[in-house]
């Protein structure tokens, strides 16, 4: 079995402000880690994955994650917000083995930026 | 190349009424994953279908609910006597066989029951 959790489900920051929005997974197998992003009445935007190799995922918009075993975390960061980074924001687990391809999805972060 | 298509995007019906959400993948993608996301909560999944084949439908509740993919046309899920707690946002993401790990979504369908 697998499961996602993420830290506070509401964060602020301040337009120009480090964005950090935490996720910690739980799998008994290696793990594929995503981060999406969703706008309001919009469908979900792949922002970045992990898959194997470098443990750093660089995506887009300037987001990066940093994939630690040891803390089974997959944390998500932006080093300067922008006020259009206002959304929501999920992590996702997905097993590497066997059949079982669908995504199980923590339950959001959503990102407020303030002038 | 379009998208994910999703229609309709808001859909509502009335208690006990049947409710039908249509998926089209991307062009050449033969993998479709339902997932529903209610009020405040993140996406849950569903099924996963490929083309005339259900694969995994442990997140599919026993009853009212089907789905279907058929060698022509789009991926239909089908919630028969809808209720109120029927009412959430159904995303559709396609994938090809050999993607296993890259999913496209649609915009989804916002189910309303009255």
């Known amino acids: 079995a697998q499961s996602v959790t993420q830290l506070g489900s509401h964060v602020s920051v301040s337009e120009g402000a480090l964005v950090l929005l935490r996720c910690n997974y739980s799998?008994?197998?290696?793990?594929?880690l995503f981060w999406y992003v969703q706008y309001p009445n919009q469908g979900l935007q792949l922002l970045l994955k992990?898959?194997?190799?470098?443990?750093l995922v660089k995506g887009i918009n300037g987001f990066e994650a940093e994939f630690k075993k040891s803390e089974t975390s997959f944390h998500l960061t932006k080093p300067s917000a922008h006020m259009s980074d206002a959304a929501e924001y999920f992590c996702?687990?997905?097993?590497?083995?066997?059949?079982?391809?669908?995504?199980?999805f923590g339950s959001g972060t959503q990102l407020t930026v303030l002038p | 190349n379009a998208g994910v298509m999703q229609n309709p995007r808001h859909l509502v019906r009335r208690r006990g009424q049947e409710a039908r959400l249509r998926c089209s993948p991307m062009?050449?993608?033969?993998?479709v994953y339902w997932y529903r996301q209610l009020p405040e909560e993140g996406l849950k999944f569903m099924v996963y279908?490929?083309?005339?084949?259900?694969?995994?439908e442990s997140g599919m509740p026993k009853e009212r609910f089907s789905a279907e993919f058929p060698k022509e046309g789009p991926s239909i899920l089908r919630i028969q006597q809808v209720v109120r707690g029927d009412s959430a946002a159904y995303f559709c993401?396609?994938?090809?066989?050999?993607?296993?790990?890259?999913?496209?979504f649609g915009s989804g369908t916002r189910l309303t029951v009255v």
């Open positions: 993401a396609s994938t090809t066989e050999t993607r296993g790990y890259g999913y496209t």
């Open positions: 799998s008994s197998v290696p793990p594929y």
């Open positions: 992990y898959t194997t190799g470098a443990t």
């Open positions: 996702a687990v997905r097993h590497t083995r066997g059949s079982a391809r669908q995504l199980t």
């Open positions: 062009k050449g993608h033969s993998h």
């Open positions: 279908l490929q083309k005339e084949n259900i694969i995994d």
